[in-house]
């Protein structure tokens, strides 16, 4: 039997809990997973790092029942995290360039030398950088799943590796294509740089000083009573097709895919990554890696094209694209109509499957481990994203916008003049560009203009508000008048919506900025 979620914080109403918790026990009772925990991760607004969390399946089957020993899948159950290990690998990368101890556009082979060469080059191309490396653009080949079977691989296998060269599906910087091998690469680079090795520097910098006691790169530094076998999914339908495998030993290639963990510390990692764009971020201590290099690695670097969606039949035009997708550092950033902007990177690996993903206004997130080779732990928790946004809309609010208190100060300014016309309120925040665009007397005749298309007059002015505007970025502004009813009959028997007033303002760019336009219009 599954397990049911342990725990529910309110933020969670009981329904979504249970809808989410259906999801698991659906995608184990129909063998497409022998197991999964999930857990719904606290945002911006929470001080509960997880507010839900539950379970299905078993840690390990044989010949399709629960093993001898084994147990359910729960909240401590340690399980591989694949390549969201790159993440790490990532944030290790810039805190040493943090520290000036490279460069993110270093040639690869400034670091690792037997690098030199490995590349396939035209005549006029330049090795790839750290940086390419970083956004998958260096033109190496997707390696899936060649790569997930060389986590053991030696340094010095690697270096032979690398001195017979390696392929290209398209020259560096040119497009977007996932490599395994790229971050075996940056592994190396934090290994020669540090004269250590990738794993003790991602354990010092990252795992101790976030409490991820349970996280490790080999049986050997995780509780293995807690760990969920790896399964494979052999060709039949039943819960037999589930078949154990054996752990590989760590090595080289586990900078991209060699990490175990957990619902709860992977809940710290993901807080830790997302809080960069918390509204109080500045307030709050940087942690192991700057806040400005955890945004960074956050940042769409290197599109990542899609398929557009089908064909309109009646058209013979696609209707676009269902959501804007590339990667940053180690990091997926997406954007959909429905949720906005979501960060994420899956784990794929012989035996496992994995996902963690977090919607950036609110940081609320969802991370899910299962225990069979790509089992659906991104679908699930894209879905879980989905049943918070339907059943919890406010749980995925919107990062509110603050404008800066110059502008605040500017507002009161132009609402004042736009009432008054006042020439020493103009003269104290007009930006020089203004008079020259439109003169003052134009500006006040577009005004009065306006106002009579919608039915009003300046005394409706008197309504507006600073407190009152829309804010559309720190140095943008807009207020809205609704028209009168003569006005929208008008508007109707010309066959158009009901006119509105807009008010515009957007300020300079200068520290002490000035108004540069201040726009109304009738529409």
């Not at 590989?248 to 807080?271: E, Q």
């Amino acid at each position: 039997m599954p397990n049911v979620p342990l725990t529910s914080a309110p933020a969670v109403p009981a329904e979504a809990v249970a809808a989410i918790a259906a999801l698991a026990e659906n995608a184990v009772a129909e063998h497409r997973t022998a197991g999964v925990t999930w857990a719904i991760i606290g945002g911006h607004a929470h001080s509960e790092a997880i507010l839900a969390h539950g379970s299905a399946g078993h840690r390990e089957l044989d010949a399709g029942r629960p093993a001898a020993g084994s147990s359910p899948m729960d909240r401590g159950t340690i399980s591989r995290i694949a390549s969201m290990t790159k993440s790490f690998t990532a944030a290790t990368v810039l805190a040493l360039r943090d520290e000036g101890r490279l460069s993110l556009d270093d040639p690869v082979s400034r670091h690792v030398p037997e690098a030199a060469g490995a590349f396939t080059l035209e005549a006029d191309d330049r090795e790839p950088t750290l940086r390419r490396l970083l956004t998958m653009d260096a033109g190496l080949v997707t390696d899936n799943p060649w790569g997930d079977r060389q986590e053991a691989m030696t340094r010095e296998e690697f270096a032979a590796t690398l001195r017979d060269g390696l392929g290209r599906v398209h020259r560096p910087g040119a497009g977007f294509e996932y490599s395994n091998t790229g971050f075996a690469l940056l592994g190396r680079v934090i290994d020669e740089v540090t004269g250590s090795s990738f794993m003790d520097e991602i354990r010092r910098r990252f795992l101790a000083p976030l409490g991820m006691d349970s996280t490790g790169w080999s049986a050997g530094e995780i509780d293995t009573s807690r760990l969920a076998t790896g399964h494979r999914v052999a060709d039949r339908e039943d819960s037999t097709r589930f078949e154990p495998v054996p752990l590989d030993s760590p090595g080289v290639y586990g900078a991209m895919a060699g990490l175990f963990s957990t619902v709860d510390d992977l809940a710290a990692w993901v807080r830790f990554l997302a809080a960069a764009y918390a509204p109080e971020a500045a307030d709050r201590p940087a942690g192991p890696l700057a806040t400005a290099s955890r945004r960074e690695m956050q940042q769409l670097h290197r599109h990542q094209a899609l398929a557009p969606l089908p064909v309109d039949p009646a058209t013979g035009l696609s209707p676009g694209f269902d959501r804007i997708r590339g990667y940053g550092y180690g990091l997926v950033i997406e954007q959909f109509p429905d949720l906005g902007e979501v960060v994420s990177h899956s784990g794929g690996y012989p035996g496992y499957g994995s996902f963690m993903v977090w919607h950036r206004d609110s940081g609320v997130g969802v991370v899910a481990l299962a225990n069979s080779k790509y089992a659906p732990a991104t679908v699930l928790s894209m879905q879980a994203l989905r049943i918070l946004r339907a059943k919890a809309p406010g749980l995925l609010a919107r990062r509110p916008l603050r404008p800066a208190p110059r502008t605040l100060e500017a507002a009161g300014a132009a609402l004042e003049w736009l009432r008054g016309g006042d020439d020493a309120v103009a003269d104290a925040w007009f930006a020089d560009n203004m008079d020259l665009d439109i003169s003052r007397e134009e500006r006040r005749r577009r005004l009065t203009s306006a106002l009579a298309t919608a039915g009003l007059d300046g005394g409706q002015l008197e309504s507006l508000r600073v407190a009152d505007a829309y804010v559309l970025s720190g140095a943008r502004l807009r207020w809205t008048l609704p028209g009168k009813a003569g006005a929208a009959e008008h508007a109707a028997a010309e066959g158009s919506a009901s006119p509105s007033v807009h008010v515009e303002l957007l300020m300079d760019p200068r520290r002490q900025a000035l108004i540069q336009a201040l726009d109304v219009v009738a529409r």
